[in-house]
DNA sequence: CCCCTAATGGGACTGAAGTTCCGTTAAGAT
DNA sequence: ATCTTAACGGAACTTCAGTCCCATTAGGGG
């Protein structure tokens, strides 16, 4: 299982090889909805995206490969956190755009994937370690800026309360398996908060 | 792929299948701790148990398989709710013991197979449904007590409470991949526990 | 516009997962 | 103790993921 090269270490980026990685990423996507991480073959990708197998297995090397290409085209793609002006209405707002992205019909099974290919591949591990990091640090800012506001103790961890938030959301979709509903988003976001209001998300302690 | 039939639906639950049930089991757990969910597979369980390959397949069908059935055992050797007469003490017992599961040596690839094993196989996320609901509703029993002893509001829902404690440590070990630590256990009871008696886990809001 | 070669593509090959067939073993009833 | 048959096991067979080899195509520099 030779590690693949990214399409960033290719030396013709051009034309065909970009159209290639698309249809691929593409196709990836479609089986993904379709048939999930543990039907995602790469033979039948490389049909679906009209491209022979084997230039398949040389740019993604596996499943996970795939997987995790999609995943840093997904984080390219990342919004600047909401800023309402109140702490609440931001930190709903995040947790509603989570359980829009569960409940879209190609970004939900995506995102599932993604996590699935995380448990067992380390590689898809560290892409996803990085996508949420990611997205944990951009929503960060809108705690501070609350902290800033006064409308939280001085010295709350922004990080870990946008964690706190999607927690429970990832914990009824991976562990218990519940469906994920608004009124979840809506009490996270409570819990965290009267949480948070009473200190208990300052740093050292 | 044939389902296959549950020892409890055997016609002779006797000697021999009893012994190759429990070789398999103890098989697909070593194989578990050293090559994960994904390097599991039935002609090595078979091989490792001694037993035939042919009688895996019947009796289990796939990895998934052998995932729930191992599953179904640990379920019946869950522990009942810690009772040390106060509330806290009680959470971080709960928070600790999930803790010590992580970390077992045999335990913690096994209920990392699990999660692995639900995210691309519909029985084994039912399995792993009903082994979490089961330890929720036993250790929500000790919520229950708190509220009667006035440490909570009237109307908390103790499975949720469970749930949020849970939840963090799942986050990292799922999403974010983190390693979990005694602080995140602490500091998921402390807040947990301030947004409880805030009265966020109160039933209907 | 032409050339060099990075990148792709077809097709044969390999090995392991999963299935089938049928003979053998032993649980449990009489 | 004997018999019936549920359950197990060995081995050949099938299928398909993954690899290898080499011919073909098309970026992109000159």
Known sequence: MEQPSRLAGTVRPGGRTARVRAAVLEATQDELVERGFHGLTMDQVAVRAGVGKTT????????????????????DQSVPHADTGALEGDLLANALSVLEALHDGRLGPTLQAMIAAATCDEQAAQGLRAFYSRRIQEWAGAVDLAVKRGELPEGTDGAEVIRAISAPLYYRLVVSREPVTREDAERSVARTLAAARAGAFVSPG
Chains 1, 2 share one sequence.
């Open 56 to 75: 398949v297995y040389r740019r993604w090397g596996s499943p996970a490969g795939l997987v995790v290409d999609l995943m840093t085209e997904l984080a």
